[in-house]
Each structure stands twice: as C-alpha cells, then as structure tokens.
C-alpha cells in the first residue's frame, strides 16, 4: 500500500476547550500560554500512540509474575520544537516524554514574503534512524517553516514515517505540500482551518501564537 499522510484530529473535550481558549481574541498572555501548554499535552498523548516504542517483559508482582508492557529505553525519541512558538508545546509534550532529546530549531517567516530563515539550528548531525520524532509547532499555514524542518531532519537520517507533528491549527496549504513531499509523515492537530489568508495568517486560526504566547 503507498503511504499517505494522516492527518487526526482527536475527538477530546480537553483539546476542543483549549483550543476554544486559544482562539478568543480576549484571552491574555499567560491563560494562552497555558492553553497552548495544555493542547501539547494532549496531542502528544494522542501522538504517542503506536509511536513510542516498547518492549515486552515479566514483571514480579506482589503475589504472582505477569507480562508488562514498558517503554523501550534502547530507542531514542527526540522532541524538535520550533521556535519560538513551538516551544509553547513543548511542556506538555515533554511532561509525556521525559527522557526524549530537545532540539531546538529556530524557523522564522519573512513577514513579507512568508519565505522561513532558520536562526539556530540545535539538531545533531546524525540521527540514529530508528528515532521517534516529535516536532511541535502550533500553526502550518503555508507550511514553508515545516517543509523547511523536515527538509533538515530528513537530511540527518530521520525517517518521516517515525516522525509526528503536533500543531494545533493546521491548514489546507501546508498539508498538501507536506503529503506530496512525505507521505509516511503523521500530523496531530486540534483543528484544521480552510483560509490562510493573504498575509499568510490562518483565519479564523487564533492569531500570531509566538506573539500570544509570549506576550510580545
Ligand atoms: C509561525 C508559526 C510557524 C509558522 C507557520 O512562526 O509558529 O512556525 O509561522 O507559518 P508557515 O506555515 O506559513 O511557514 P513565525 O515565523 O511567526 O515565528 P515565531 O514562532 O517566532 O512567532
Ligand atoms: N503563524 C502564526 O502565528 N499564525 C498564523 O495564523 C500563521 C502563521
């Protein structure tokens, strides 16, 4: 079967609330922070799922010796936010995988011309090939930042059918480009919206997120 992108958008009452905190316009800074925080928690909860890798063995119980079920340590998971406000996700997804590697990547668009930048570039220069990335970034508008971060990942041996983005808006722009260039890849966001307009902002979305998120 030829992979395809799969794009979940979780059922939950959870991400529908704070996805729904993060769009009012009248939320402040430090409640969209914590929405935002919230969402990746969620969605990583989501994303991990089939993902993060485990390994069978006998666990002693009190009384009597069973089959678990553990995560597997041998397996590296790494987390990739991109800032800036991908690292508003990165709380919640970290408090889910405490033991992955964060590599920050930092991705900025010209306000003008939407073309992204990278300004710090944290990754390794080799990933073991069997590593389970997570890369947070709350908006994939015209999906230039993403498709720019995966073409950096994917050049350092990262497998794009072991790799999951957690957004939380996701539009129809990025998604096409990412499911024409990986098609293995998995997104998990709280909502996809139609428009992205002509300043490259998603409407109705919920706005600059680094801005909201970081009170600038
Ligand atoms: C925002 C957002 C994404 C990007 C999405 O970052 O966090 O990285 O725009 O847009 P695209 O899909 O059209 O590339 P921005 O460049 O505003 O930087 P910031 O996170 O520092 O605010
Ligand atoms: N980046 C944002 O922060 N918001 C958008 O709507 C699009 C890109």
Redesign the pocket.
């Known amino acids: 079967m030829t992979p395809q992108l799969r794009v979940y958008v979780p059922p939950h009452p959870l991400i529908k609330h704070w996805l729904a905190v993060a769009r009012d316009a009248a939320t402040p800074s430090v409640l969209f922070r914590s929405a935002i925080t919230e969402l990746g928690r969620w969605l990583t909860y989501e994303a991990a799922r089939e993902w993060l890798p485990t390994v069978e063995m006998m666990v002693q119980s009190p009384l009597d010796s069973c089959p678990g079920t553990v995560i597997n340590p041998e397996i590296p998971v790494a987390v990739v936010p ?5 690292l508003g996700l990165l709380e919640g997804a970290q408090s889910l995988l405490p033991l992955a590697s964060i590599y920050h990547l ?4 010209n306000e003008e011309t ?1 073309e ?1 930048s990278c300004y710090l570039n944290k990754l390794p220069e080799k990933f073991d090939p069997q590593t389970r990335v997570l890369i947070t ?12 971060a995966m073409a950096e990942l994917t050049r350092r041996g990262v497998d794009p059918s072991l790799t999951r983005i957690v957004s939380v808006v996701a ?1 129809p ?2 998604l096409q480009k990412l499911s024409a260039a990986y098609p293995g890849l998995n997104v998990y966001t709280a909502i996809i919206d139609e428009v ?1 307009n002509n300043q ?1 902002y998603i409407v109705p979305g919920l706005g ?4 909201r998120i970081f009170g600038t």
């Open positions: 991109i800032l800036r406000a991908g930092g991705i900025v668009r939407l992204p970034d709350p908006m994939l508008a015209t999906g230039g930042s993403m498709m720019f539009a722009p990025a992205v490259g600059d997120a680094g801005d």
